[in-house]
């Protein structure tokens, strides 16, 4: 019971524009005082934001104790509100996650996230980029992919309707 109701409650939030243009960033002080930044970094082809987060400038989560878990849901539950806020302001056709390979928790925990998330928003999970019916994101993400380190693990989160059978 007190999981769900750590997620529904973020912390409180205001997307600002980013570097560029159609970038967003939302940054957040969790109960520790730690500051979160999430960033939303947009690419035009493929209407694709790149999403990740930093909680104290680190990508690591969390520590061990109940108080750090608990502080992670309202964390995690807040990225999902910033993610929700940017599908309902810029309706993209895709949002992308990623994480090393051998982080199995962090991506267990993407994987987890997005699919919560997906169908509420219109949005399908994918794994396999070359079977999204787009114009540019299949071969976007085919180069992208080759320009990143082997260990990354991708996940997307695509319109539903959207995946070639």
């Known amino acids: 019971m007190i999981l769900l109701e750590l997620f529904d409650k973020p912390y409180s939030f205001e997307l600002v524009p980013g570097r560029m243009d159609d970038d967003f960033l939302a940054a957040f002080k969790d109960d520790d005082g730690k500051l979160t930044i999430v960033n939303f970094e947009f690419w035009a082809g493929p209407d694709l934001y790149i999403v990740d987060f930093k909680r104290d400038g680190k990508f690591d989560l969390t520590g061990d104790s109940p108080k750090d878990k608990q502080i992670a849901i309202r964390v995690l539950a807040t990225v999902v509100e910033a993610i929700r806020q940017v599908i309902e302001q810029k309706k993209p056709?895709?949002?992308?996650?990623?994480?090393?390979?051998?982080?199995?928790?962090?991506?267990?925990?993407?994987?987890?996230?997005?699919?919560?998330?997906?169908?509420?928003?219109?949005?399908?999970?994918?794994?396999?980029?070359?079977?999204?019916?787009?114009?540019?994101?299949?071969?976007?993400?085919?180069?992208?992919?080759?320009?990143?380190?082997?260990?990354?693990?991708?996940?997307?989160?695509v319109r539903a309707g959207s995946q070639a059978d």
């Open 93 to 157: 056709f895709a949002l992308a996650f990623s994480a090393k390979s051998d982080e199995t928790s962090r991506v267990k925990l993407y994987d987890s996230m997005v699919k919560r998330m997906a169908k509420s928003m219109g949005y399908e999970l994918v794994t396999d980029a070359s079977k999204v019916n787009h114009r540019v994101f299949p071969k976007f993400i085919q180069n992208s992919e080759r320009m990143q380190d082997s260990s990354t693990k991708r996940t997307y989160l």
